[in-house]
């Protein structure tokens, strides 16, 4: 491959009481519990501004997802037709990057309380973003 | 830093008549040209499904951004407070990751053309996602 390769390191990690992949949503409109995002100590300093009541993007590093997979059954049903996995939202894919919106709940030093977060306990965060409301991007 | 580091590999470059950062739009709603989202060869097959009229989320690899950078002036102007980069969208970030929504105009083989891009040409792709309409993280 000659493709160059770009390193990315957890600017944080998921605590959560979800500690098993088998019992955390599919998607966090899907009984997520709420949830601690908390920040490294040299990362914390990027949260400056962020309130409760804020709606946040945050992507994480599924680090438990299979990287060499291209096309899957649709949320594990075998009776659907295979799928590319750029038409889905399965963790398995080449960077298997999780895609989260979330609602601020609490701000504490460095770490966020959120609400609709599904990853399990452990799961390594890359990065926050806010969602912009006047952006198409976000609504 | 203990922390572990994750390597990511493009899925793919933005094709597109914007090469200059400073030609780009902050936004994708702010003037952003028509794009073609040319695949990699070996991950072209997990865009099968993928239809006109679709809306994705795109991600990219900032590939020009400054890595170091925990603190901005929102939208680079001076006379805004010191913001974290978590609460701002600046590219200036530890993992440079862009978040961009799309529709899909044309599938072709192993490329898309989509509205709303405003990444600049070369810039590396590193995951496709559908927005989910059912999804209140796609709303």
Redesign the interface.
């Known amino acids: ?1 000659e ?9 944080g990690y998921v605590r959560s009481p979800l500690t098993r992949l088998e019992d955390a949503p599919m ?3 899907e009984g997520a519990p709420e949830t601690w995002l908390e920040l ?1 100590p ?2 914390a ?6 309130q409760a009541g ?1 709606e ?2 945050v ?1 994480t ?1 599924l ?1 438990l997802a299979e990287r060499d997979v ?2 899957v059954h649709p949320r594990g049903d075998i009776n659907r037709p ?8 399965s963790p398995d ?3 298997p ?1 999780g ?3 979330v609602s601020v709940l609490e701000v504490a030093e460095r770490k966020l309380r959120v609400a ?1 977060m599904e990853a399990i306990d452990g799961t ?1 965060i ?5 969602v ?1 409301a ?6």
């Open positions: 491959m493709s160059p390769l770009y390193t990315i390191g957890p600017i998607q966090g409109d490294t040299s990362a300093q990027g949260l400056m501004g962020i804020d946040m993007i992507l590093w680090h291209l096309q295979l799928t590319g996995v750029f038409a889905t939202r894919r080449p960077n990057i895609l989260h919106r609709r390594p890359v990065d926050i973003k806010p912009l006047s952006n198409p991007s976000d609504r």
